[in-house]
């Protein structure tokens, strides 16, 4: 990674701006369902505290839209925190208002304060050049550890760091480091597999892939476009008829780069929207019109199990059925046992694929799961993200 990290600034002493993802989920209670955020921000937080740092931490958490929504509060986070780094760890009651203004102006080497959710702010979501001035005028540097939100351009990913010396956190520079030297000098065979709805949100994804991977296979809502493109029944399954003549072109490219595309060949298809419906298993090219297809079929689960044998690298993007109902969480499931199975070096990202891997409890056969589902997909669509580019380079 060509971006200075917290390694290669001085912060003793210094006042540490610190932008983390502390976007949890919360049960309705109020408290945190699953804490694995804070507790993947720890190590950068615990580096600036044993370094001298006054350490300010902000994230955002839901949508509260700039307005102030006490059930967004960041309250259980600060306790969650206290708790994991064992020190207080005080709460603003604002973000850059009196209270954020009175707590940071008093801080010793090593304390750490936490700042309201910066999306109580109007101004965060539009990048607005008051409020980034107003949170660089909270410290005396800036550090971008929210890998979730890279690439978005708000005032607490990018506006603040047109007004301090900005570098980032360990997560970021993790994300970066792995992701950036595998599709730089992956490892073959390399090959990808994409799931989820839609062709429209992978075209740009596909597009850099075909100059990187060997193969790349298709499962999910978005493989009924390519096999409609090609001719084949599709029933009522999910399938967008603008992107037909694209799915074609994407098709052509790949063969004039010699990369191979592997659809599915058959499907798990059902009555209904549901996962009760009336079902049954069929060839993908002659799905009843009644019919949709939510799910990859046994005989493609096996085809895809073959292409990944021997396989060096693999990034998975996207689940290959309709993973919300159990009866169609298979394929999604199989592939991820078949991917652990490889030992290849592998990337997930996206919360439904990260899921399944969680649920088989495969999360440690896996080199790198990303935090952050939108933030992998861009950077695999190889553009910059605005979190990153504003950081100073080495
Ligand atoms: P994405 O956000 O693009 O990763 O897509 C995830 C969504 O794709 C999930 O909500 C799935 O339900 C959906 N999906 C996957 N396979 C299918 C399918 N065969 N038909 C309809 N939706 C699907």
Redesign the pocket.
């Known amino acids: 990674m060509n971006k200075k990290t917290i390694k290669d600034i001085d912060v003793k002493g210094k006042k540490v701006l610190v932008r983390c993802d502390f976007n949890v989920p919360l049960l309705e209670n109020g408290n945190i369902r699953d804490a694995r955020r804070i507790v993947a921000a720890i190590p950068t937080i615990e580096y600036l505290i044993n370094n001298g740092a006054k350490v300010i931490l902000c994230s955002h958490l839901g949508r509260p839209k700039g307005e102030v929504k006490p059930e967004f509060s960041l309250k259980p986070v600060a306790k969650k925190l206290s708790e994991l780094l064992k020190k207080n760890v005080k709460m603003a009651e604002d973000v850059v208002g009196e209270s954020a203004k009175k707590l940071t102006s008093d801080m010793n080497d090593g304390d750490v304060v936490l700042l309201e959710n910066v999306r109580f702010e109007k101004g965060e979501e539009k990048n607005d050049e008051e409020l980034s001035k107003k949170l660089a005028s909270l410290a005396d540097i800036f550090v971008n550890d929210a890998f979730g939100t890279a690439h978005r351009a708000h005032s607490s990913t990018e506006g603040v760091a047109h007004f301090l010396p900005a570098v980032s956190g360990f997560l970021i520079e993790k994300e970066i480091t792995f992701m950036g030297d595998t599709l730089e000098n992956p490892k073959r065979p390399f090959i990808a597999i994409l799931?989820?709805?839609?062709v429209s949100?992978?075209i740009g994804v596909i597009e850099n892939l075909l100059d990187k991977v060997d193969t790349i296979i298709i499962?999910?809502?978005?493989?009924?476009t390519f096999l409609k493109a090609q001719g084949h029944k599709i029933g009522k399954?999910?399938c967008e008829n603008d992107k037909l003549d694209l799915a074609n072109e994407l098709l052509e490219k790949a063969k004039q780069k010699g990369v191979k595309i592997v659809l599915p060949t058959d499907?798990h298809i059902s009555k209904e929207?549901a996962n009760d419906a009336e079902n049954m298993i069929v060839k993908s090219r002659e799905i009843p019109d009644d019919f949709?297809?939510?799910?990859i079929g046994p005989e493609t689960i096996k085809s895809f199990e073959k292409e990944l044998e021997g396989a060096k690298t693999v990034i998975w993007?996207?689940?290959?059925?309709?993973?919300?109902?159990d009866n169609?969480c298979t394929g999604t499931e199989e592939i991820a046992k078949a991917i652990a199975k490889t030992g290849a070096i592998s990337i997930v990202g996206?919360?439904?694929?990260a899921a399944a891997i969680e649920k088989l409890g495969l999360a440690d056969k896996f080199s790198h799961i990303s935090t952050g589902?939108g933030a992998s997909l861009e950077f695999l669509e190889g553009k910059k993200l605005p979190g990153i580019e504003c950081l100073q380079d080495k």
């Open positions: 799931g989820g709805a839609k949100d992978k499962g999910g809502g978005m493989a009924y399954s999910i499907s929207f949709e297809g939510l799910d993007n996207g689940p290959l059925g309709v993973c919300e109902f169609y996206g919360g439904d694929s589902g």
